[in-house]
């Protein structure tokens, strides 16, 4: 990546002429079968631009209870795009079919429309469980017969295709716009991408300039997008394994606990008896980062940096820990 940037053409990007941005915007289009992309600094202003460019104010969106644009996107939808949200609960981040047909809402004297549908693939607080497909088609369906929108927050979904062994596109066909992180288990430094219509990302960059992210020489951080791409997808299936390896052994130790029908791509959910906290405190002094997502439950993430002898010497930690601090 650092040969990439070193010798990514360029130009400005505000005014639209850096060849590498256009490059890399063109490959997401391609990659995911949308008409057009653009590249943003982050994958919550991915969001939110898709929200504001899909919906008028006082729309109403649909969107899972515990999603990435409810609980750590700062109220973003009601602030920028100000659209009414009605949150339904789910198995793991996937959402019942026949509810969210049952909240799709008709514009009248006394209630907002609903105008879009929001999705997150792989799912962050589900511990990066995956939609099933079928259930994807089956979003789409409904959307259709009611003139509703889909949006992906798709912050991890190459890892969602990887897991099934399918293509992305595969995915996101069944969505009218995606988000996708280039950081993360793509590797890169920064930056994400939004693919949708030609008019819907014209809106877009509208609101990216609007919100301060439009930027100059972007061409230096869209080369390493580039290799992400290019290089980086079939690589996330070593972070599932080492996932999954890793939560074998952490499920067998006392005091903490494992669900491994949940671990499906690079997150572990682990389960603690002792607070949480706690166990991030006793594993961050014996060299392993993580940190609580409930009072009793750590989240563990993979990632390129991660190679078989961090999960070794994780697996050590993990197990000094149990033997000092349980009983």
């Known amino acids: 990546m650092f040969a990439a940037m070193q010798n990514a053409p360029l130009g400005d990007d505000v005014l639209g002429d850096d060849p590498t941005v256009i490059q890399l915007e063109e490959l997401a289009a391609k990659m995911t079968g949308k008409q057009s992309a653009l590249f943003v600094p982050s994958g919550t202003m991915g969001n939110q631009l898709a929200l504001a460019s899909h919906c008028d104010r006082g729309d109403a969106i649909i969107i899972e209870e515990q999603a990435h644009i409810i609980y750590y996107e700062v109220g973003a939808p009601a602030l920028l795009a100000g659209v009414v949200t009605f949150t339904l609960p789910s198995t793991r981040g996937v959402m019942d079919p026949?509810?969210?047909?049952?909240?799709?809402?008709?514009?009248?004297?006394?209630?907002?429309?609903?105008?879009?549908?929001?999705l997150e693939n792989t799912h962050n607080r589900g511990g990066g469980s995956i939609i099933p497909i079928e259930t994807m088609r089956d979003y789409r369906q409904i959307?259709?017969?009611?003139?509703?929108?889909?949006?992906?927050?798709?912050?991890r979904v190459f890892n969602a295709?990887?897991?099934?062994?399918?293509?992305?596109?595969?995915?996101?066909?069944?969505?009218?716009?995606?988000?996708?992180?280039?950081?993360k288990g793509l590797r890169s430094p920064i930056g994400s991408l939004l693919c949708g219509t030609t008019e819907m990302i014209d809106k877009a960059r509208i609101w990216r300039k609007r919100l301060g992210g439009g930027m100059r020489q972007a061409g230096i951080l869209a080369a390493c997008g580039i290799v992400s791409l290019t290089q980086m997808v079939d690589r996330l299936a070593?972070?599932?394994?080492?996932?999954?390896?890793?939560a074998m052994a952490i499920g067998t130790l006392p005091g903490l606990s494992v669900d491994l029908d949940t671990v499906k791509t690079n997150m572990v959910l682990v389960n603690t008896e002792a607070p949480a906290s706690d166990w991030r405190i006793w594993l961050a002094e014996a060299g392993v980062l993580c940190f609580p997502v409930a009072a009793n439950r750590l989240r563990l993430v993979f990632h390129g940096d991660i190679d078989d002898d961090c999960v070794v010497r994780a697996?050590?930690?993990?197990?000094?820990?149990?033997?000092?601090?349980?009983k």
């Open 143 to 155: 959307a259709d017969t009611h003139g509703v929108k889909i949006h992906l927050d798709g912050a």
């Open 161 to 183: 295709a990887v897991a099934l062994g399918v293509p992305v596109i595969d995915i996101t066909e069944h969505v009218d716009s995606v988000n996708f992180c280039l950081s």
């Open 315 to 326: 697996e050590q930690a993990f197990k000094e820990v149990a033997t000092a601090h349980t």
């Open 98 to 118: 026949g509810n969210v047909e049952r909240h799709i809402l008709r514009r009248d004297l006394h209630t907002p429309g609903t105008s879009l549908i929001c």
């Open 238 to 246: 070593d972070d599932h394994a080492r996932a999954k390896r890793l």
